[in-house]
């Protein structure tokens, strides 16, 4: 039997006692350097694009080859090239403004190459916790839950920090805890696009007495809602329940903070639900020093998985979402923010091939989308070229990296987030995988 189905054949529970250090990375090992995290002031927004998105909405270099092969052919007149090789109905438009203006970065040359699966839940497990775990890909610590007990450790989190983590996407990889306990502080509170308290609790008249009602200024909170806290309190102690309660009061003050804001003059949002969300994580974050990661998913676009019919409903998706990052940058120029980055990556690249179906199957290169982040990150512009490998049978086509062209893998991108945060080392986080070179950070 091989060292996989053994495992598979395991219950979790004696994995963790066979392998302790297995799932999790040793951070006994991690250098941090307060300097770095504090001059950076970094804060991320992180928009993973689920069911892989195909890489031709900024890199249609290699069209013309890809129209000779192809099994069905593109309409060309849907495949307006930009100057930097965009496709211009998917949004290259605004692409090539962004790059102009010096806020976009764009590597062409994310590849996965170590492990070669192309299926949705390992690709997404991995890319989402920064580690190659090819036995067991969904239980390893996620990037931002690893991010938050290196910065508690060095002091950097504290139960006084207001919200370090928020996702926008409800659960996610990139918050999983893995084999160990995590610090309630460290958890990300989960919000939507409106702002709405998932611990709210609204109380009618019935529960104010006469006397709190004739308040000229109402109390929050009656006596009896008060009573309902300590009582909980009383019960729960400790434990995880109670962390609901607690957190009820600190979310409550902190969204109503957050309601105030307004735009600056002249900024507006797509009327959108993910330009909303675009918006209220970038007012959190402006609003909240202490908010270090907001995750959103990329829900209200709809999913990446396009095996069928790919061209239209790609391009009017690929043009939703960077109209609604293009907005964010705006708001964050005009407030001279330069701070906040926006990184955009999913589960893998897509086969190029127009199938029978006119969609595309899973691949192996990838766009990584980097925007903003000018405190740390160098504009390097558009890194990576790409060629068409070998034709295979099946009609698979794919792109991959130039023998001469800078490539990383999708561990690389953790281990850059490791870096912004402080991490001089962060290979040591994602199994040997270093940070994204090309001359991106300063």
């Known amino acids: 039997m091989n060292r996989r189905s053994f495992l598979k054949g395991l219950s979790l529970a004696t994995i963790f006692a066979l392998y302790p250090q297995a799932l999790n990375a040793d951070m006994s090992q991690v250098e941090f350097n307060e300097d770095v995290f504090s001059k950076n002031n970094a804060q991320t927004i992180m928009i993973f694009l689920y069911g892989g998105p195909s890489e031709l909405g900024a890199n249609l270099t290699n069209i013309e080859e890809i129209q000779l092969h192809s099994q069905k052919k593109y309409t060309m007149s849907d495949l307006r090239i930009t100057e930097n090789g965009f496709w211009e109905q998917a949004g290259g438009d605004l692409l090539e403004d962004m790059l102009a203006n010096g806020d976009l970065n764009l590597f062409r040359t994310c590849f996965r190459k170590s492990n070669t699966t192309k299926s949705h839940e ?76 998932p611990y709210q609790r609204v109380l009618s008249s019935r529960f104010y007495t006469g006397e709190e009602l004739d308040e000229d200024v109402r109390v929050n909170d009656s006596n009896l809602s008060m009573r309902f806290d300590n009582i909980a309190k009383s019960i729960n102690k400790n434990s995880s329940l109670q962390e609901v309660f607690d957190k009820r009061k600190e979310l409550e003050s902190f969204i109503t903070s957050q309601e105030d804001q307004v735009l600056p003059d002249g900024i507006s949002y797509p009327e959108t639900t993910f330009a909303k969300k675009i918006q209220t994580a970038i007012n959190i974050l402006v609003g909240n020093n202490d908010t270090k990661i907001i995750s959103l998913g990329s829900a209200g ?62 691949g192996n290169n990838q766009n990584l989308y980097i925007f903003g982040g000018k405190n ?62 090309a001359g991106l950070l300063k």
């Not at 983590?165 to 990889?173: C, D």
């Open 376 to 437: 740390y990150f160098n504009h390097v512009g558009v890194v990576g070229k790409t060629q068409l490998m070998p034709l295979q049978g099946n009609n698979r086509i794919y792109l991959e990296p130039t023998p001469e062209s800078y490539t990383f893998e999708p561990y690389s991108i953790a281990s850059t987030i490791y870096k912004l945060y402080g991490i001089s080392n962060p290979e040591v986080l994602t199994g040997g995988f270093k940070e994204i070179e």
């Open 301 to 362: 676009l709809g999913g990446w998985d396009d095996h069928s019919d790919a061209v239209s409903a790609y391009t009017n998706r690929m043009k939703d979402l960077i109209k609604a990052i293009q907005a964010g940058v705006t708001h964050l120029n005009t407030i001279s923010n330069t701070n906040i980055n926006i990184m955009v990556f999913g589960d893998f690249g897509r086969n190029v091939n127009l199938n029978d179906s006119l969609g595309w199957d899973h």
């Open 122 to 197: 390992n690709c997404v497990s991995e890319n989402q916790r920064g580690i190659m775990n090819e036995d067991l890909p969904m239980q390893a610590s996620g990037i931002f839950a690893t991010l938050g007990r290196v910065l508690a450790e060095k002091g950097k989190i504290d139960p006084d920090t207001t919200l370090p983590f928020i996702t926008m996407e409800g659960e996610s990889g990139f918050f999983y805890a893995g084999g160990d306990e995590i610090q309630s502080m460290l958890r990300p509170v989960a919000i939507d696009e409106k702002l709405t308290n």
